[in-house]
C-alpha cells in the first residue's frame, strides 16, 4: 500500500508543480517603469544594469521597463513628465522634487555612492580651504554637490559671493574643463570621477564627505498600487545582494554602460556598505533616522538659497517600508 501510494505521488508531484509555476507565469503583473543614472554613478548603476540583465524584477510579479538615463536632470524630468514611476538618484534631486511641488516618495536607500570632495590641482600652492579667499570655486547649484560647498567654505569664514566666488557649473563636463585650463581654483567632485583624479595624481582633497543614494517613487504610482513599495523593495535589495556576491559581472555590466572602468566602480563601490554584504539580511536599503536629518537639512539650504518655491516636510513624503 505504501509503495503505492509513494508512486502515485511520485508520479503527480511534478504535475501539480507544474500547474503551479503555470499559474504563477499566468498571473497578471504589476506595470513598472524606472530609470537610473547611466553615467558618473557608483551602485545606482551596478544596481540598475542588474535589474536589467537578470529575471529579479520577473519573480517579484513585475513587468518592467528598465531606462539608463545620463544624469539627475533626465531622471528628474522623466519622472515629473509620467514617463517613468520610480528613479534611482541622490538626495538634493528628492528634495527639488518636493520643493518643485511635485508629489513623491522616498521608498528606500541603496546607502553611500561614494565620495564628494572640494579638491585643487595636485601641484597647487592652496593648502586649505581658507587660501581659497578671492578664487574661484566651481560646483552645480541645486544638487548634492552644492550643499557642502558652501558649508566648507562657511566653515572656514569664506562668505560664498564675497570672499570666494562660488560659480555654477552646468555639468562635469563644463567643470572639469574649466579646472584642467586653470580658469578655477576648485571644483566639488565625486566618484568615480574624484577617484579617477586622485589616481591619475592630478588630484589633492581639501575636504570630503559621503554621497547618499535615494530610491524615488510617485506617488500617483504608489498610491495606485497597494504593496508596491514592499514588492519593489525586496527586488531592490536582492539586486544589491547581488551586486555583492556578483562583483565582477556586475561591474562589467556597469562599465559597458558607464564607460567607467570595472576596477574604478570596484574600488569606488567600497565605501559602500552593502557592496560588502554577504548575506541578504546584511543588506540595508532604509532610510535612516541620520539620512533623515540630512534630508531635512537639504531641504531648508535650498530653500533658503531659492532653488526651491516651497519649505518641504521631508517626513511626510518618506515610506521606506521594507
Not at 578655477?184 to 583624479?197: E, K, N, W, Y
Not at 581639501?206 to 554621497?211: F, I, S
Not at 530610491?215 to 525586496?234: D, L, R, T
Not at 562589467?252 to 554602460?257: D, E, K, M, P, R
Request: proline share 3%; net charge positive.
Amino acid at each position: 500500500m505504501r509503495t503505492f501510494l509513494r508512486t502515485i505521488l511520485a508520479v503527480l508531484m511534478p504535475l501539480v508543480f507544474a500547474a503551479s509555476v503555470s499559474r504563477a507565469a499566468d498571473l497578471p503583473r504589476t506595470e513598472l517603469r524606472m530609470a537610473f543614472p547611466s553615467v558618473g554613478a557608483l551602485i545606482s548603476n551596478q544596481v540598475g544594469t542588474i535589474l536589467q540583465n537578470t529575471d529579479l524584477f520577473k519573480q517579484h510579479g513585475f513587468d518592467a521597463k528598465i531606462t539608463p538615463l545620463p544624469l539627475g536632470r533626465e531622471l528628474k524630468v522623466a519622472l515629473v513628465s509620467g514617463q517613468v514611476d520610480v528613479i534611482l538618484t541622490s538626495e538634493a534631486n528628492f528634495i527639488v522634487l518636493l520643493g518643485e511641488g511635485y508629489d513623491c516618495y522616498a521608498i528606500s536607500s541603496l546607502g553611500t555612492g561614494g565620495r564628494m570632495a572640494l579638491v585643487v590641482k595636485k601641484d597647487s600652492k592652496i593648502q586649505s580651504i581658507a587660501e581659497l579667499r578671492g578664487k574661484q570655486v566651481a560646483t552645480i547649484f541645486g544638487t548634492s554637490l552644492h550643499q557642502p560647498a558652501v558649508e566648507w567654505l562657511s566653515r572656514d569664514g569664506l562668505k560664498p559671493g564675497q570672499d570666494v566666488q562660488l560659480l555654477n557649473m552646468r555639468g562635469m563636463g563644463p567643470m572639469n574643463s574649466a579646472f584642467a585650463s586653470g580658469d578655477i581654483s576648485a571644483m566639488v567632485t565625486f566618484d568615480p570621477f574624484l577617484l579617477d583624479g586622485l589616481k591619475k595624481n592630478e588630484y589633492r582633497m581639501l575636504e570630503k564627505t559621503d554621497m547618499d543614494l535615494i530610491v524615488v517613487m510617485s506617488a500617483a504610482y504608489a498610491n495606485k498600487h497597494p504593496g508596491v513599495i514592499q514588492a519593489f523593495n525586496a527586488t531592490l535589495k536582492e539586486a544589491a545582494f547581488y551586486m555583492a556576491t556578483h562583483k565582477s559581472q556586475a561591474n562589467q555590466w556597469a562599465s559597458t554602460l558607464s564607460g567607467t572602468s570595472v576596477a574604478s566602480l570596484d574600488e569606488g563601490s567600497k565605501f559602500n556598505a552593502n557592496y560588502r554584504a554577504t548575506t541578504l539580511a546584511g543588506v540595508s536599503i532604509g532610510i535612516s533616522k541620520r539620512f533623515r536629518h540630512k534630508l531635512a537639512q537639504s531641504g531648508e539650504f535650498l530653500f533658503r538659497e531659492k532653488l526651491i518655491n516651497k519649505k518641504v516636510q521631508v517626513d511626510n513624503y518618506i515610506r521606506d517600508l521594507q
